[in-house]
C-alpha cells in the first residue's frame, strides 16, 4: 500500500514538473517590440502615421533582428507597396535596438493609409505591428526641414505686392489684403526706406499713397501668435513637439526681425512653425521656417 503511494506521488511529481518545464519554455519565447516615432532622435512616439516615420524594433538581449525576414508595406486600399528594401536598418538608442526611417509613398499618404510591420528575429520571433493615418487628418510631415523665404518676402512696405507671408502657400503676400500669416508692421513710421525692424501676426500696419501723401493703413492676419526662443537654429532642430508646447506661454502678437531672432509661432497650441530671421538686405529681411505638428 505504501509503495502504491510512493508511486502516485512521485507521478503527480513528474507530472508537475513536466508542467513547470513547458511554462518555463514558453516565458522564455520573446518576440520583437514595434514602436513609431515622428522624428529621428526617438523622442516622439508616433501613435498616428507620419511621414515620414522612425519604426523602432527592440529584440531580446541574446539574439538579433532579422533584418532580411522583417518586412515593411505600405497599404491603402487596394494599394500596396513593399518598402522592406528601400529602407536601412541602423543602432537605435539603446542596446539591443534597431531604428529605420520609413518614407510613405506620397500617393498613398492619406486618410486610409496603414504602415504594417512584421519584424522577425534572429531567433524566429514574430511580431507584427501596424500604424493608422488618423482618420480626419491631415498630412503632417514630421522632417524639420527649413523653407526659405524667397528674395524681398518681407519688404518695408508694400512694394511689389509683398511685405506679408502665407506659410500655408509658401509664398509673398500683399500686406494691403488681409489673410497672411506674418507681415512687416510699420507701427506709425513715416514710408521711407528704412530697414524694416518689427512683424505682425494678428495685424500691421503699411503705408500708401492716397491724394499724395503717405498714410498709414492696418491690415489682418490668420490669427497667429508667438513666443520669442532663446535658441540657434541648431538648438531649434533639437526641439521636440513637447518642448514647444511647453515653450507656448506668455504668447505676443508680433516681435522683432533682427539677424538670429527666433519664434515660435501658432494658432492653437498644437501646431507650431518655428521662424528664424537673417541679416536684412538693404529694405528686406530673409528668413525661413519650418513646422512641427501632432
Sequence with gaps: MKMKRFFVAAAVALAGLVAFSACTKDEDTTV????????AALHNEATELTNPVWVVVSVDAETKLDKSATTIMAVNGDG?????????????????????????????????AVLEVTATDK????????????????????????????????????VNGKGAWSFADNKAKNITSNGWDIAVDRDGVAFGLQMPKKFGTETAEYSVK?????????????????????KDKAGVEKMTLKDAEAAWKD????????????????????????????????DNVPFEYFRMAK
Design 123 to 158: 531567433n524566429n520571433g514574430i511580431k507584427t505591428s501596424k500604424l493608422a493615418f488618423k482618420k480626419g487628418g491631415t498630412v503632417v510631415n514630421t522632417e524639420k526641414t527649413f523653407t526659405k523665404a524667397g528674395d524681398g518676402a518681407l519688404h518695408n512696405g508694400n
Design 210 to 230: 492716397v491724394n499724395g501723401q503717405w498714410t498709414n493703413k492696418t491690415s489682418k492676419g490668420n490669427g497667429y501668435k508667438c513666443v520669442k526662443l532663446t
Design 251 to 282: 504668447q505676443k502678437t508680433g516681435g522683432d526681425m533682427g539677424k538670429g531672432d527666433c519664434y515660435l509661432l501658432s494658432k492653437d497650441g498644437k501646431s507650431f512653425v518655428i521662424i528664424i530671421f537673417g541679416k536684412a538686405v538693404k
Design 32 to 39: 520583437p517590440k514595434v514602436s513609431y516615432y515622428s522624428d
Design 80 to 112: 500596396k507597396v513593399d518598402l522592406s528594401k528601400k529602407v536601412d536598418w541602423e543602432k537605435g538608442n539603446v542596446d539591443h535596438e534597431y531604428k529605420a526611417k520609413v518614407d510613405f509613398p506620397s500617393e498613398l499618404y492619406k486618410e486610409g
